[in-house]
């Protein structure tokens, strides 16, 4: 597609279960942000891929969330025994060429409400 | 995790008024983004700063990269109501992270 794809847009789950949300990068973008964006907050890092290399994970909050990207193209952020702190909207990004902030193509988003 | 100090919080003005907002970083950056955030959607960049001191437009708009590469400001000049949203911004340095500010919510009455 255009631009980058996000999905669900929306996710009411209960506390304590498991939720996967899905990325799906504009087409040839080697790089893959994954951002948290809490209510009345900034974005916070998460998570970063870039080709084959290893994953920057540095910014996970806990073990509970992970995050796969397979064949460099789509991503899948998962959120184990979901907390009601987990409550946020989850944003992805993509560029061409890592590093360069301006180049980031950010998704619309996964609103995450855990109850 | 570590975000700029991005103010003020949220303004209410009447349209055709212009509007200012800043950030400050105890760190200092390579580039200054500045983005906009409509509801239910991602952000979108509006102006990308990378050298000191630099002023750049984008129509009404005008941002500027502080002499101390630790503050950036953003003007937007005779507001309309299609400006209405969340206004970000963002340092990076010499990583690929983006360290963004809370926000500066912009309300505009007609």
């Known amino acids: 597609g255009a631009g980058v794809s996000q999905s669900p847009s929306n996710k009411v789950t209960e506390k304590g279960k498991d939720v996967e949300l899905r990325c799906d990068p504009i087409s040839g973008h080697t790089a893959l942000y994954w951002y948290r964006q809490s209510l009345g907050q900034g974005l916070e890092f998460l998570i970063y891929f870039q080709g084959n290399s290893a994953p920057d994970k540095s910014g996970l909050p806990s073990d509970r969330f992970s995050a796969e990207r397979t064949g460099g193209s789509v991503s899948t952020l998962t959120i184990q025994r979901t907390q009601q702190e987990d409550s946020a909207v989850y944003l992805c990004?993509?560029?061409?060429?890592?590093?360069?902030?301006?180049?980031?193509?950010f998704g619309s988003g996964t609103r995450l409400t855990v109850v | 995790g570590q975000q700029l100090n991005q103010s003020p919080q949220s303004m209410f003005i009447q349209e055709g008024e212009d509007v200012s907002m800043n950030c400050t970083s105890s760190?200092?950056?390579?580039?200054w983004l500045w983005y906009k955030q409509d509801p239910g959607e991602g952000p979108v960049l509006l102006i990308a700063l990378y050298k000191a001191g630099e002023l750049t437009s984008n129509g009404r708009l005008t941002a500027q990269f502080g002499i101390t590469r630790k503050d950036s400001f953003l003007n937007i000049s005779a507001s309309i109501p299609s400006d209405v949203g969340i206004y970000f911004c963002?340092?990076?340095?010499?990583?690929?992270?983006?360290?963004f500010g809370s926000g500066t919510r912009l309300l505009v009455r007609p």
């Open positions: 760190s200092i950056f390579n580039t």
């Open positions: 990004a993509s560029s061409l060429a890592p590093g360069q902030g301006a180049s980031y193509t």
């Open positions: 963002a340092g990076q340095g010499s990583s690929y992270k983006l360290i």
